[in-house]
Structures are given as structure tokens and as C-alpha cells.
């Protein structure tokens, strides 16, 4: 699996340049190394100060790269070039869902739209009215999307249509920008909102069984990340106000809370819980919140989403540099910067990188352990 995963890495190259020669690390040396890069936004259509946030998604066997970009156009990358590509009528905020043979994408104009992953053919395409920010989560015939509304819709997998809607208003105060993936696990889809709420659905109707407020009062309260691993009772909420928090999937009754200011984003790996937020990125017991090792990112500097591989964690800063972070230990392991920067995060499988920068340009990156 690793050797296939470094040769995929060099998999998709537009330029006539080789990849760079791998060879053993040395102590402190960086984890990866830049394979090879493919310019997918021409510069000539960059806007002023470029954003790319959502991550590559590669299928089960690791051939074909489906990547959405801000311009509005997924492509489908395959041996090297577009296989085929499909634009909708709005930004891509967030990376599609891939599921079987179809291709799940949410878009800025609102619409939730299925493609045949190998020919980008539309099999249809629901306009739910509110702008769409995350990647689309499917269970039991259904998917479930966010929107910046604070509305998470669920439709059905086969027609498109939607068939409930739950919102909550924001609060009058101030909030952040973006907003948390709906989570499905023991029969129950999760989502967190801007006024500082998680909140517990129901998947057949989307009536709330519970509600539980994490943030307290005042300005950005947003809950902005969750995850909800299937073998574990908890629910893990990054809350900006309150830090990270777990609780009972079942009751939202609180487990532990580890206090992190601004925190954005949060990640369960095996036996640590990694959160980033202001200034910082966290590895925390699974257990107990208890905080394992904290490294600085800066003053106001926050992270993207995270991703695990090798005993590595890889994230990027915002409009920064990508960064390899031990998992074990917290000990940088190099960063790399393509000028522009990246806003979102990396797609990471054994042996393997990818990721878009702000200008456009997908990178593929070999791991070194």
C-alpha cells in the first residue's frame, strides 16, 4: 500500500519535469517532499487575493482525483490530466462526497448536485436556496449538507429531493466565518451552529432529540467542527468560545471539556483528539481532554482542517504554509509554502499528500516517515 501510495503521488503531473528524488530522511529533515504539481486556475483568471478550501477526494482505488475549486469547477483528474470536468453555477467551498459511482457536490448558488464520478454526468441536481459551505454527508438513502443559513437540509440519495430542513437563527452578535459538517453516527445526525449549539436529529424526520448550548452568551459563539466516530459513545464539538468539547452522543450530556480560544477545527485519531485555534494546534487524550502537547502557530494565526497519516499530522495555516506535525511528540517536521498559501486542507492516504493552493494549484506530496 505505501509503495503504491508514493508512486500515486507523482500520478498527476500536466508538466514534463519529473519527481524530485526520494531518499532516507535525516534527523529533523522534513516529512514530505513536493512529487509533482498541476496548475488547475490559469492565472489569468485568479481573483484578487485567491482562496481554494476544499480538499481533494480520491476514490477507493486510487486512481481518479476529483477536486472542486472556487471558480465553481470540479474536475476529475486521472493518469495526469482532466478526465472530465463540470462546472456549477457557484463556488466549490468544501470537497464533494464521494459515494460508490456518484459524486456528491454542494455549491455557493445552493445546489446539491450528483455526478456519475466517471463520466461527470449530472444524475440530477436539487436546489435547496441557501448557500452550501461543507461536504455532503450520506447515511441510511440520505445526505445531509450545512449551510451558511445555519440550515442542514436532508435529501434523498436516489431523486434529490429534499425532505426536511432544520435551522437556527444566529445570534445578533458577531460570528465566524463557515460552518461545521453535519456527522451521522448511532442513528443520529449531529450539527453545530453559529449561536454555540450542537444539536442531535433525528435522520427520518429532523426532529431535535436534544440541544445542548456549548458556547455560553456573547460574540462568536460558533461551534465550526464535529466529529462523531461510529465505535465511540462520544460527540466532539470545537466550540470557538468554550474550547473542545465531548459529549454523549446519546444524552449531549458534557464528558470533559479542554478550554482552547478560537477553536476552529477538531480531529479523533486513535487514542488523541487534535484541535486547532487561535495561535495553536492541540493534541488532547481521547478519554480525558487532558492536553498531550500544544505548538504555536503564531499570534491570531489559526489552522485549516487536519489530516492524519504515518504518525504525521498534516495541516496548513491560513493563507500559510502546509506543516507536518509528529503526532506522537508535537515536533514540527518542516512546512512548505508555494507562495500563495493554503485555506484548506489536505487529503492525506499512506504514503501520500494532496492538496490545493490559494492559486490554483494541486499539489501531490510523497510522506516520509
Known sequence: MLAAAAVLAFAFAPLSHGPLPRRAPGHGEQAFFVGDMARLVSQQELPFQPRETAAPVLDDAGSRLYVGTNDGWVRCRLRGRNAWSWRAGGSILAAPLLDRD????????????????????????????EELTTTPTLSGGRVYVMSSEE???GVEVETGKSVWKFHRDPPAGFTIRGNARPRVSHGTVFAGFADGSLVALGPADGV??????????????DVDDLQA????????????????????????????????????HVLVDGPRVYASGKG??????????????KLSLGNDR???????????????LERGPLMAVDAVTGRSRGAFDPGSGFSGGPLAIPGAAFI?????????LGLLP
Not at 457536490?105 to 441536481?125: F, H, M, P, Q, Y
Not at 431535535?208 to 459563539?221: E, I, K, N, P
Not at 473542545?244 to 464528558?255: I, Q, R, Y
Open 102 to 129: 456518484t459524486l456528491y457536490v454542494a455549491a455557493a448558488d445552493g445546489k446539491l448536485t450528483a455526478l456519475n464520478r466517471i463520466t461527470g454526468e449530472v444524475r440530477w441536481s436539487s436546489d435547496l436556496h
Open 208 to 221: 431535535a432529540r436534544w440541544v445542548r448550548a456549548l458556547s455560553g452568551t456573547g460574540d462568536y459563539l
Open 280 to 293: 495553536a494546534l492541540v493534541a488532547l487524550g481521547r478519554s480525558n481532554g487532558k492536553l498531550l502537547w
Open 229 to 264: 466516530p461510529d465505535e465511540d459513545p462520544n460527540v466532539y464539538a470545537a466550540s470557538s468560545k468554550a474550547g473542545v468539547v465531548a459529549l454523549d452522543a446519546a444524552t449531549g450530556n458534557p464528558v470533559w471539556t479542554a478550554t482552547l480560544p478560537g477553536a476552529n
Open 302 to 316: 489559526y489552522a485549516t482542517s487536519a489530516a492524519v497519516s504515518g504518525g504525521l499530522v498534516l495541516v496548513a
Open 356 to 364: 490545493v493552493s490559494n492559486a490554483g494549484v494541486l499539489f501531490s
Open 151 to 153: 440550515s442542514v437540509t
